[in-house]
């Protein structure tokens, strides 16, 4: 029936099924002498040489492994064998497979280390390990495999810069993000959720111009948010939860206004959640245009579970498009705002919050005291004087600093210094409950004069 076959390919399917479906002879019942291989279910041969040049197998419960014989299939161009319950180690025979361009092995049991000798599959383009139990530390030979457009793992500083997705979501992979991950200046996705990485945030990231999406949560990442998150204009989805972060939410941020999720419950952060950037911001419209000011596009805010503290900013009233907001669990405290997505009961959740009051009557929470205007104006100007008196100490205090360092990363310093003018117009807003304090500024401040030391 066939012009010609290769007795090869047919031995490797054998045995490949055989350690597949752990022996079932009820499996794959197709997989027979009495048809020939390039008919097999899942199996597509090439029309010129009649070889293997595909295997799709997918959503079957076998629970076998990856038989060594899948390296006879040297024409395969594609290996898609998705949740059939494999187990056991990828074979590095693998690595025979010059022509293979896919290989996907996502949501099965896979453990240990992905094999070296994948290194030798020259022409893969995508390769997908998500989902398995996969250990160790991040490959750093992915470097050379220059035609990959798709990672379904850990990043790698020297990665190919045509890649646009890259995860590792639910494996057991430990080290850091490397520096080199801003190389990747095509990447439009970021997926590292749910294993065992820690270290903070590279600065690089800020680099990844089209990055639209970026999961961290589930790991043990520390130290502050970035500011160079700022950078990352087209960002739409974000999930830092279950971390170790601490500090304040960047007020960079702000520039995001494509943010349609941000969730980052379940750390240390703390502070006052950042007017200028869940909002429009009229006293920064000469450093920040209104559409970068503001967050207009966000659905869901979670910083829930971290230590925030102070009011909750009136500005979140403007979002509009906002339909979960949960800041349960912090140290919240002044009168809620009434408008948005606060006059939807089901839409937000605020428990844990001791000392709020007011909002809307649903909420069963106590009325706000109501402060003498002759107070509340004394208070005002006192606080903003003291703001001045501060701010401008700090600023003699910065400029004496940089000449001392006789710092020559020129970029760096006017990054820092327009973040350095930003706060100080962030602490001198007309309206209290609008002005960065004293202590976030500081602790802003601190995070600058890191950046120009490093």
């Given at each position: 029936m066939w012009?010609w076959s290769?007795?090869?390919?047919?031995?490797?399917?054998?045995?490949?099924?055989d350690?597949l479906?752990?022996g079932?002879p009820?499996?794959?019942?197709?997989?027979?002498?009495?048809l020939h291989?390039?008919?097999w279910q899942?199996?597509?041969?090439?029309r010129?040489?009649?070889?293997?040049?595909?295997?799709q197998?997918?959503?079957q419960?076998w629970?076998g492994?990856?038989?060594?014989s899948?390296?006879?299939l040297?024409?395969?161009?594609?290996i898609?064998?998705t949740?059939?319950?494999?187990?056991?180690?990828?074979p590095?025979?693998?690595g025979?497979?010059?022509?293979?361009?896919?290989l996907?092995?996502?949501n099965?049991?896979?453990?240990g280390?992905?094999?070296?000798?994948?290194?030798?599959?020259?022409?893969?383009?995508v390769i997908?390990?998500?989902?398995n139990?996969?250990?160790?530390?991040?490959?750093s030979?992915?470097?050379?495999?220059v035609?990959l457009?798709?990672?379904g793992?850990a990043?790698n500083?020297?990665?190919?810069?045509?890649?646009?997705w890259?995860?590792?979501g639910?494996n057991?992979?430990s080290g850091r993000?490397?520096?080199g991950?801003g190389?990747?200046?095509n990447l439009?996705?970021?997926?590292?959720?749910l294993n065992?990485?820690e270290g903070?945030?590279?600065?690089?990231i800020?680099?990844?111009?089209?990055?639209?999406v970026l999961?961290?949560?589930?790991?043990?990442?520390?130290?502050?948010?970035?500011?160079?998150?700022?950078?990352?204009?087209?960002?739409?989805?974000?999930?830092?939860?279950?971390?170790?972060?601490?500090?304040?939410?960047?007020f960079?941020?702000?520039?995001?206004?494509?943010?349609?999720?941000f969730?980052?419950?379940?750390?240390n952060?703390?502070?006052?959640i950042?007017?200028?950037?869940f909002?429009?911001?009229q006293g920064?419209?000469?450093?920040?245009?209104?559409s970068?000011?503001s967050l207009?596009s966000?659905e869901?805010?979670?910083?829930?579970?971290?230590?925030f503290?102070?009011?909750?900013?009136?500005?979140l009233?403007?979002l509009t498009?906002?339909?979960?907001?949960?800041?349960?669990?912090?140290?919240?405290?002044?009168?809620?705002?009434v408008?948005g997505?606060?006059n939807?009961i089901?839409?937000?959740s605020?428990?844990?919050n001791?000392?709020l009051?007011?909002?809307?009557?649903?909420?069963?929470?106590?009325?706000?005291?109501v402060?003498?205007?002759?107070?509340?104006h004394?208070?005002s100007?006192?606080?903003?004087v003291?703001?001045?008196?501060?701010f401008g100490?700090?600023?003699?205090?910065?400029?004496?600093?940089?000449r001392e360092?006789?710092i020559?990363?020129?970029?760096?310093?006017?990054?820092?210094?327009?973040s350095?003018a930003?706060?100080?117009?962030a602490?001198?807003?007309?309206?209290?409950?609008?002005?960065?304090?004293?202590k976030?500024a500081?602790?802003?401040l601190?995070?600058?004069?890191?950046?120009?030391?490093?």
């Open positions: 012009p290769s007795e090869t390919d047919k031995i490797a399917l054998l045995v490949l099924k350690k479906t752990n079932d009820h499996a794959i019942p197709s997989w027979n002498e009495s291989f390039c008919e899942g199996v597509t041969c090439s010129r040489h009649m070889r293997v040049s595909s295997l197998l997918q959503n419960y629970g492994i990856l038989a060594p899948l390296g006879n040297t024409f395969l161009k594609e898609n064998f949740n059939i319950n494999l187990h056991g180690e990828i590095g025979e693998v025979r497979l010059k022509r293979l361009k896919i996907d092995l996502r099965n049991n896979h453990g280390h992905i094999p070296v000798e994948i290194i030798n599959c020259s022409s893969l383009e997908i390990l998500m989902y139990n996969l250990t160790g530390k991040v490959p030979w992915f470097g050379s495999m035609q457009t798709q990672l793992l990043a500083g020297n990665l190919s810069s045509n890649l646009v890259l995860a590792m639910s057991q992979i993000i490397p520096e991950i190389k990747l200046v439009a996705s970021l997926d590292m959720e065992f990485l903070t945030i590279p600065d690089s800020g680099k990844l111009k089209n990055l639209g999961w961290l949560d589930g790991n043990k990442f520390y130290g502050n948010i970035p500011l160079v998150i700022g950078n990352l204009t087209v960002l739409s989805d974000v999930d830092l939860s279950s971390n170790k972060f601490e500090g304040l939410i960047p960079t941020l702000g520039y995001c206004t494509n943010m349609q999720k969730a980052a419950w379940g750390n952060l703390s502070g006052n950042p007017n200028q950037t909002g429009y911001q920064l419209i000469e450093f920040i245009p209104s970068l000011g207009l966000l869901i805010l979670d910083l829930s579970n971290n230590n503290s102070s009011s909750i900013p009136h500005q009233v403007n498009l906002l339909n979960t907001l949960n800041l349960s669990f912090n140290h919240l405290s002044g009168e809620v705002p408008g997505v606060f939807n089901t839409a937000i605020l428990t844990g001791k000392d009051c007011g909002g809307i009557p649903q909420l069963n929470l106590p009325a706000c005291p402060l003498p205007l002759k107070k509340k004394n208070r100007i006192k606080r903003r003291i703001l001045f008196i501060v100490g700090i600023l003699i205090s910065f400029v004496a600093f940089i360092r006789k020559t990363q020129h970029q760096n310093i006017k990054e820092c210094l327009v350095f930003r706060i100080g117009v602490c001198s807003e007309e309206f209290p409950s609008q002005r960065m304090n004293i976030d500081i602790m802003e601190h995070a600058i004069k890191q950046k120009l030391l490093h």
